[in-house]
T-cell receptor, first 121, second 113 residues
Framework: NAGVMQNPRHLVRRRGQEARLRCSPMKGHSHVYWYRQLPEEGLKFMVYLQKENIIDESGMPKERFSAEFPKEGPSILRIQQVVRGDSAAYFC???????????????????FGEGSRLTVL | AQRVTQPEKLLSVFKGAPVELKCNYSYSGSPELFWYVQYSRQRLQLLLRHISRESIKGFTADLNKGETSFHLKKPFAQEEDSAMYYCAGAVRFSSGSARQLTFGSGTQLTVLP
């Protein structure tokens, strides 16, 4: 099991361009979470998704940011018209199915990817 | 709002000395609390959970509801413990099947030889 895979690891964009960050969860995991880490700060929750559904997006900025987790393929975090303040490390995490599922006990553990570092020039 | 506070950004101790990384939380209800660790060039990973009351790599953490703290302790630090440590609190989403983690800003621990 390769773990949570994120790409690209590094992305440079100019102001006004679009950034797309991809996340493939661990095999057997159906929950995906996106976190953002600004310099000198902790990880901030952005959005929680299951296949084809956004479950909670209370941490997502209301404009320019969107996320999806299609039936096939990775989860994508999309930032339109990027600004310098979007420069950050974006982490994806996944977790197994909910309590009682065959995936195993509900430990609450999140499995993180290595992150994608976005730099906006 | 949920909040997790780690007051120390940097902490240095000598090898063999005791170490304590502080974490305070502010939550309504009863949160679940975790410590995550990120070693150099590795991904963030779970170290321990308060529910399991376990000791991992010699680290323990006790939930103190009166002080709303969840400090991480180890009696004898090792050089390989040098890493970034994050305290996190979790509450379940309204759907009930997963948790939203709120992370502290992290403490960089350096264990000196």
């Amino acid at each position: 099991n390769a773990g949570v895979m994120q790409n690209p690891r590094h992305l440079v964009r100019r102001r006004g361009q679009e950034a797309r960050l991809r996340c493939s969860p661990m095999k057997g995991h159906s929950h995906v979470y996106w976190y953002r880490q600004l310099p000198e700060e902790g990880l901030k929750f952005m959005v929680y998704l299951q296949k084809e559904n956004i479950i909670d997006e209370s941490g997502m900025p209301k404009e320019r940011f969107s996320a999806e987790f299609p039936k096939e393929g990775p989860s994508i975090l999309r930032i339109q018209q990027v600004v310098r303040g979007d420069s950050a490390a974006y982490f994806c995490a996944s977790s197994p199915n909910s309590i009682g599922a065959a995936a195993g006990p509900d430990t609450g553990e999140l499995f993180f990817g290595e992150g994608s570092r976005l730099t906006v020039l | 709002a949920q909040r997790v506070t780690q007051p120390e950004k940097l902490l240095s101790v000598f090898k063999g000395a005791p170490v304590e990384l502080k974490c305070n939380y502010s939550y309504s209800g009863s949160p679940e609390l975790f410590w995550y660790v990120q070693y150099s060039r590795q991904r963030l990973q779970l170290l321990l959970r308060h529910i399991s009351r376990e000791s991992i790599k010699g680290f323990t953490a006790d939930l103190n509801k009166g002080e709303t703290s969840f400090h991480l302790k180890k009696p004898f630090a090792q050089e390989e413990d040098s890493a970034m440590y994050y305290c996190a609190g979790a509450v379940r989403f309204s759907s009930g099947s997963a948790r939203q983690l709120t992370f502290g800003s992290g403490t960089q621990l350096t264990v000196l030889p």
